[in-house]
């Protein structure tokens, strides 16, 4: 297939907020979903790292992804699907599309540290078997090991494999991605709040975000600014967001995040978490 979504704006990395006895908070949830999309938004990305999805049952999974779907009216919800194990991956991957997700994220197979071609196998094996815009998703920092650009661009020419979500701090990597996909329908996003900005100058269409769970419409005027070529105001922006882009990483992800969107009064029992404080 051809990806009939536009993979250029801003998509939330969405949190998993829980209740006191660590059930999944459907009602703030939603409520995320709707203020995310009605402040503008190009997308949602719910059960992804910042989601917590190592600390959810498939079932539950498959839960966030359907409640985020219910919740919106008008923009796609990529679902992420990923595991170090490739069936696992496949079987989120297929629930997911099943449950109405738009496309999927997946995170490179982690602990496992595959080699190149393993990268290249478990993503073929997933494309091939789901009819989705699919997201490859590379954050080293997290899995152990990094997807480089050979294989990224290998991964490229298939026909459902539609994006890359960079988050390795190398832009010279990044940007030798962007340059060598350029003929392909292949967008390539910024995985890193801090980089986002150095990523669009490069080319990048846009970024999966964690920030913009707190200032979606600041880090929309800043993107949206750089797409439209506009970047004295994008950098104006960019050093606005910038404590907020340090202050959200001086924990493990999604830690701040979650303790500054109860600061901002954005639902109850927001830094409730499966695996830590």
């Keep these: ?112 540290k595959p080699e190149q071609q393993g990268f290249v196998e478990h993503y073929e094996t997933i494309a091939d078997a789901v009819d989705l815009p699919q997201i490859v998703y590379n954050v080293p920092s997290r899995t152990g090991q990094n997807i480089e650009p050979n294989t990224a661009v290998e991964l490229a020419s298939h026909e459902n494999i539609a994006g890359y979500k960079a988050a390795s701090g190398d832009l010279g990597q990044i940007g030798e991605i962007v340059e060598r996909t350029r003929d392909e329908d292949f967008a390539v996003l910024s995985g890193d709040d801090a980089l986002t900005l150095p990523v669009l100058s490069v080319g990048g269409t846009g970024t999966i975000s964690v920030s913009a769970n707190v200032e979606p419409e600041r880090t929309c005027a800043m993107v949206g600014a750089a797409l439209e070529g506009d970047y004295e105001r994008a950098r104006e922006l960019h050093h606005e967001l910038g404590p907020l882009f340090r202050a959200l990483f001086i924990e493990t992800n999604p830690i701040p995040v979650k303790e500054a969107m109860e600061i901002r009064g954005y639902g109850p029992a927001r830094r409730s978490s499966r695996w830590g404080p």
């Design 1 to 112: 297939m051809t990806s009939d979504i536009d993979f250029s704006g801003v998509f939330p990395a969405m949190c998993t907020p829980f209740d006191e006895d660590e059930g999944i908070d459907f009602e703030t949830l939603q409520t995320d979903a709707q203020r995310l999309e009605a402040a503008g938004v190009d997308g949602l990305v719910p059960v992804g790292s910042t989601g917590e999805s190592a600390t959810l049952t498939h079932d539950e999974h498959v839960e966030v992804v359907e409640a985020v779907i219910d919740a919106v009216d008008d923009v796609p919800v990529i679902a992420g699907s990923g595991s170090n194990n490739t069936r696992e991956a496949l079987e989120l991957s297929e629930r997911s599309a099943d449950a109405g997700a738009d496309g999927l994220l997946l995170i490179s197979p982690y602990y496992n």
